[in-house]
């Protein structure tokens, strides 16, 4: 999928319990110095990538208060239960639950938080 060209990423919302990831360079070399064939990176189970943004988290339902008057409406404020990814966190998920975009001619992934198995984060951002 490929998305508008020369747009910032603050044009871009991540929706309900998504999170968006740029993945993390790779080697193109083993450990003892074997060249690895193209393409072998995208066919792994496992990938890492850093978190760009998230969206706003799983919704709830409003509870309605005690001698509240159902017929009428109060407005359709959502409350949402925050995501654990947050923006900077390294995220290592499942390659096959992901969704592979281009953005600004480079590779990210929208991922479903379920699909994230670790985060670390940087304890002094």
Request: glycine share 8%; hydrophobic share 35%; no cysteine.
């Amino acid at each position: 999928m490929s998305l508008e060209p020369n747009q910032p990423l603050g044009n871009l919302f991540v929706i309900g319990d998504r999170v968006l990831i740029k993945p993390k360079n790779l080697p193109d070399k083993t450990k003892t110095g074997l060249l690895l064939p193209p393409g072998y990176k995208e066919k792994e189970v496992v990938q890492t990538g850093y978190v760009v943004k998230t969206g706003p988290g799983y919704p709830i339902p409003m509870v309605s208060e005690e001698g509240s008057e159902p017929w009428k409406q109060e407005g359709d404020k959502v409350r949402y239960i925050p995501l654990q990814a947050q923006e900077g966190d390294l995220a290592i998920f499942m390659q096959k639950d992901a969704i592979e975009i281009f953005y600004n001619d480079e590779k990210y992934f929208i991922v479903p938080q379920n699909s994230i198995l670790l985060l670390e984060r940087d304890p002094f951002l």
